[in-house]
């Protein structure tokens, strides 16, 4: 690894740093810009209300160009990474950390993603949150979480990718219950909060865990040590890494939060689900790829969840009406293809990333391409509701349109560039499993074509089916289509250009594949039954969709009926751990109030009471005092007598 900044040589072990990249030793300014940006917003308060929202978008496009221009010095660097040590963070004992980040291929491809995307993000906001009066504080907020994010991919140890890891939890709370006031934002921002605290749990876990063993978090020290531990110790650290990136990817078993987290601005859910967290727990696979590759019980789980994952999007996402929540759960289906490549291995990491970056230019494009359908047709977002609309909003038509033949990915667009690769690899992994993860690869890519298929038609074709309020659709203003226009190019590009070059450039952090894959079906045959699948699948949503839908809840089936309440996995959290923990709360609460509080209580009033009894002896009389001590007396000589006389034996 190459280390870079000012200063004369030091001692091997140390960090070495050469004169050479001069501009690389302050990539910390990706992470300050924003971050400043947004403690400006929130201090200023409405001071800033005029202006602030110019300052949010500046501060990300000043990352974005500097991402840009870091990007092509590391391509100067003969080992292409740099790694920058800010001023020592942790220091207990033998437990030291400092504040340092890591600029490698990695790491430089998600800042690119993260700056340059989530900027048309922005800048789409500007119009979008135009009449919001809380505009302003969701600049702050929105600075915060691209902050949060930069610092999660650019730390070089994992207690800073922790660090950014738990910001961009919070800045996610705060921005999908943006909108406080309503019931279902505050409880999606608190389901979203809660839920990843259990994945959050599982990453400390396994933080810890590594410093137990191998007494160190630093990337380096860590990978180093993985091949030196026991086979039980890398499971149990790979399966606690996993289960905090299925929090934050919203993968099985920790899906339920990523389609409520719609209840905020449309723009928060372009970024999330786009740009910034939802790719965090691919990231931390991907960079903790020498832990996962170590075990292949492990790389199992991983493609497991993966594929059961993908397959439970497109089910689900196929029964959904709200056109937001289809996109979420196409998200949970896209992510479940990329979990499937970093559970592969070897040069499917690559594969993963590539998908990745595809999905954040799609992905961002339709989402934004939404909420401008939404901002024609007075917020609703019933697909029964619209139709006819690509008459009206021909930009948001066309531009939602290269999504679509991006995210179903037929040849050339870019879906089949960056998702085909993954079935293929699915299909080489070499055993009977092959046939069980390379089929739910192909089935996903079936259902995802039906699936969007049935959005986009019912959205943009067939008859008008608006409601009365609704008398004539608007397309957005240029400040929102302009964005569009941008991400749409790279929704039908990006694939191809990425699959031709990010591999190699990812090969210094992420392993190398094999030159030519041999599995169960020849690529060839898998591109044909691949291409086949997603030709049905269009072809039978747009026969069963073209003339439209019934705008009511109509009968329906088994599977349908299951599909359109999440596969009952709501109704499964609620009952094995909601309704259960809610009676261990009570349980406790009682206890508490009648049992420790009950006896704290009970003998704080029995020595109150007793002491007030005994008071009333104390009259101040002498002649009292001589009776009782006469009744005193009395008693012993009783006593006594009785002893003598046998009475008391």
């Not at 590594?210 to 110790?233: H, K, P």
């Not at 994952?309 to 029964?319: F, P, S």
């Not at 080489?428 to 298929?453: E, I, K, N």
Request: aromatic fraction near 12%; charged fraction near 10%.
């Amino acid at each position: 690894m190459t280390v870079v900044a000012d200063g004369p040589a030091v001692p091997a072990g140390a960090i070495e740093y050469a004169s050479a990249s001069g501009l690389l030793n302050s990539v910390w300014l990706l992470v300050a810009i924003p971050l400043v940006s947004a403690a400006i917003l929130l201090l200023l308060g409405r001071r800033a209300d005029r202006w602030g929202h110019w300052l949010g978008v500046a501060s990300v496009g000043a990352a974005f160009v500097l991402g840009v221009t870091y990007f092509f010095q590391l391509r100067g660097l003969e080992n292409r990474s740099v790694e920058r040590s800010l001023w020592e963070f942790i220091a207990v004992g033998d437990f030291k950390v400092d504040f340092g980040l890591l600029f490698d291929p990695l790491a430089a491809v998600f800042v690119l993603l993260i700056t340059g995307v989530g900027f048309l993000i922005h800048l789409y906001a500007v119009g979008y949150m135009s009449h919001d009066p809380g505009r302003r504080r969701f600049f702050a907020y929105f600075n915060l979480f691209v902050a949060a994010m930069l610092l999660l991919v650019l730390g070089n140890n994992y207690v800073m990718l922790y660090f950014g890891w738990e910001g961009v939890g919070v800045a996610s709370y705060l921005l999908i219950s943006f909108w406080y006031d309503r019931p279902s934002a505050a409880t999606a921002g608190k389901k979203a909060f809660l839920m990843n605290r259990v994945g959050d749990a599982g990453l400390a876990i396994a933080i810890f865990l590594m410093f137990a063993t191998l007494g160190s978090t630093q990337y380096d020290d860590v990978f180093n040590g993985v091949s030196g531990l026991a086979a039980g110790t890398v499971l149990v650290m790979g399966l606690l890494l996993l289960l905090g990136a299925t929090g934050k990817s919203g993968q099985f078993p920790l899906q339920a939060w990523l389609p409520d987290a719609m209840e905020g601005p449309t723009p928060v859910s372009a970024l999330i689900h786009a740009a910034t967290m939802v790719t965090a727990g691919v990231y931390l696979i991907a960079r903790s790829n020498p832990v996962f590759s170590a075990n292949t019980t492990l790389q199992t789980v991983v493609v497991s969840v993966g594929a059961l994952t993908l397959l439970m999007g497109c089910i689900i996402g196929a029964a959904k009406d709200d056109i937001k929540r289809v996109l979420a759960w196409s998200t949970v289906s896209q992510i479940g293809y990329m979990f499937l490549g970093v559970g592969l291995g070897g040069g499917a990491y690559a594969l993963a990333i590539v998908h990745l970056l595809a999905h954040g230019f799609f992905k961002a494009n339709m989402f934004l391409g939404a909420g401008s359908v939404m901002h024609g047709m007075k917020d609703q977002v019933d697909i029964r509701r619209f139709g006819g609309l690509a008459k009206y909003m021909k930009v948001t038509w066309i531009t939602f349109g290269t999504g679509w033949l991006a995210i179903i990915g037929l040849f050339p667009f870019s879906g089949f560039f960056s998702k085909e690769p993954i079935i293929a690899a699915a299909f080489a992994r070499g055993d009977w499993t092959s046939w069980l993860f390379g089929g739910a690869a192909l089935a996903g890519a079936g259902l995802t074509a039906f699936y969007m298929t049935r959005l986009f038609v019912l959205t943009f074709h067939g008859p008008k089916r608006w409601t009365e309020d609704i008398d004539h659709p608007h397309e957005s203003p240029p400040i929102m289509t302009i964005p569009l226009i941008l991400l749409s190019i790279g929704s039908l590009g990006a694939g191809a250009l990425m699959a031709s070059s990010v591999p190699d450039w990812l090969t210094p952090v992420l392993p190398e594949g094999a030159e030519e894959t041999h599995g169960v079906l020849s690529h060839t045959m898998i591109t044909i039954l691949s291409t086949v699948i997603t030709v049905l699948g269009v072809g039978l949503a747009w026969v069963l969709f073209r003339k439209g839908t019934a705008p009511q809840e109509q009968p329906a089936g088994v599977l349908v009926t299951a599909a359109r309440r999440n596969l009952y996995t709501d109704a499964f959290n609620v009952a094995v751990f909601e309704k259960p923990g809610i009676f261990l709360t009570r349980a406790l609460v009682y206890l508490d109030n009648r049992g420790v509080d009950g006896l704290v209580n009970g003998l704080a009033a029995a020595v109150g009471g007793g002491s007030g009894r005994l008071r009333r002896l104390q009259t101040g009389f002498v002649r009292s005092y001589a009776t009782s001590i006469l009744a005193g007396a009395l008693l012993v000589v009783a006593a006594f007598l009785a002893v003598q006389m046998g009475w008391l034996a």
